[in-house]
């Protein structure tokens, strides 16, 4: 699958895009991390506050580092 | 209520340490102790409370409330949410295109924007800790008055004829059609209901998240002041400085300028500087700027701003910090008495 990190480069969004790859090596997903910083993307989503993840183009979250647990849920699906 | 922590630095400094109440290190470790204390308390209390009352509060529905109001009003709501929202340097380019793509005004969204990093929790307790509640009154109608009259500026000027083309387009599109945008954000966002339990989870983030951020700058910005406070003579700035000649408020805008600070490393240093005979709006111009019109921040925007806009903006917000101090200057004698 493919995974994005919406933000402008602060330190939770390069956090959130570590988390998200840790998780999925540690649970052998295949899955392929972005960072994305350009704001016409994050327009487009609908992002008002970072970071959020963007999986396969679907908003899945948004304005705060997402916890183990959650970013395994979307990882499994 | 706060004189429990000049107790705790009494017993600290003087009975435990065993320094000289009359000596400069006496009184600069005396100053550390209490401020610290007091400030730490304090905020662990305050961001928790206010974090509980805002736990439900997101963006998404201050955009859609904004949308409803009248243009005047507007100004006013929107610095308003600024200044109660939560709010990270990281946060103002999403959030500008949020407002802008949704065919809020410029101007609003800028109340918004200008107000969110001057007032705070953290600015707000602080200020009523150190410097007493009037002069944290007269902090948080400045902050508010910076961002309404800066977003009403803009919009006299047209300013969105500046932003970059992708905004400016969207900016337009949303005007178009404002009517069936105002319907999806009220479906999108009816009011979440929280249990206690998950207001306390967001509570108790918010609180390690922010305490976690800034405990270093209460450290570096109160050792800053005990240093001020216990070695720089009394009355130093009023003799060296001048008592509040008008040159003092523009002079401290631009020296405030390169330093990039937060509300918790300055203010204990403008503790020391008032007390030490530095006028009030000089000081509060001093802070504005330190802790408002931030270079890095301001680079940020450039993404979404032309230079002429962003240029605009900063020379907004000089004006007002300027103009603001020598209004402060006029009535200071009414801010720091009984106040503290």
């Known amino acids: 699958m493919k995974i994005e990190v919406l933000g402008t480069g602060c330190k939770k969004c390069v956090n959130t895009a570590e988390q998200i790859s840790e998780a999925a090596q540690s649970i052998a997903v295949d899955a392929q991390v972005e960072k994305v910083t350009d704001p016409a993307v994050m327009m487009r989503y609908g992002v008002m506050s970072t970071p959020a993840v963007v999986i396969d183009g679907k908003l899945v979250h948004s304005g705060s580092v997402p916890d183990r647990e959650t970013i395994e849920n979307w990882l499994r699906n | 209520m706060l004189e429990i922590f000049t107790v705790i630095a009494d017993w600290l400094a003087y009975a435990t340490l065993g320094l000289d109440p009359e000596s400069r290190l006496g009184t600069a ?28 509060l997101n963006l998404e529905r201050v955009r859609a409330y904004l949308h409803k109001r009248h243009r005047v009003a507007g100004y006013f709501f929107g610095s308003g949410f600024g200044a109660i929202t939560p709010f990270c340097s990281c946060s103002s380019i999403p959030l500008f295109l949020g407002f802008t793509s949704a065919g809020i005004p410029l101007g609003i969204t800028m109340a918004f924007l200008l107000t969110s990093p001057v007032i705070n929790e953290v600015a707000v307790v602080m200020l009523w800790g150190l410097l007493g509640w009037k002069f944290t009154l007269a902090y948080v109608v400045v902050g508010m008055a910076v961002g309404i009259i800066g977003g009403m500026v803009l919009d006299a000027l047209r300013a969105h004829r500046w932003l970059q083309d992708f905004a400016a387009k969207a900016y337009e599109q949303a005007q178009a059609t404002t009517a069936d945008t105002g319907d999806d954000d009220a479906q999108s966002t009816a009011p979440q209901r929280l249990t206690f339990q998950q207001r306390h989870v967001f509570a108790r983030d918010e609180l390690k998240e922010i305490v976690g951020r800034i405990w270093k700058w209460v450290f570096i910005g109160v050792g800053l002041g005990a240093g001020l406070h216990g070695f720089v003579p009394e009355g130093w700035f009023a003799a060296n400085l001048g ?98």
């Open chain 2, 243 to 340: 008592a509040g000649q008008w040159w003092t408020v523009p002079t401290a805008v631009f020296a405030g300028l390169p330093l990039y600070s937060n509300a918790t490393g300055v203010i204990p240093v403008l503790e020391s500087l008032i007390g030490k005979g530095l006028p009030v709006g000089t000081t509060l111009a001093f802070c504005m700027s330190t802790v408002a019109a931030s270079l890095p921040e301001f680079t940020l925007l450039k993404q979404v701003m032309q230079w002429r806009l962003l240029l605009t903006v900063f020379v907004i917000l000089l004006v007002n910090f300027t103009v603001m101090g020598w209004v402060f200057n006029a009535i200071a004698p009414w801010l720091l008495t009984g106040g503290a």
């Open chain 2, 29 to 56: 470790v005396h100053f550390f102790i209490e401020d610290t204390t007091k400030i730490f308390a304090l905020l662990a209390v305050m961001i928790y409370v206010i974090a509980l009352a805002r736990a439900s």
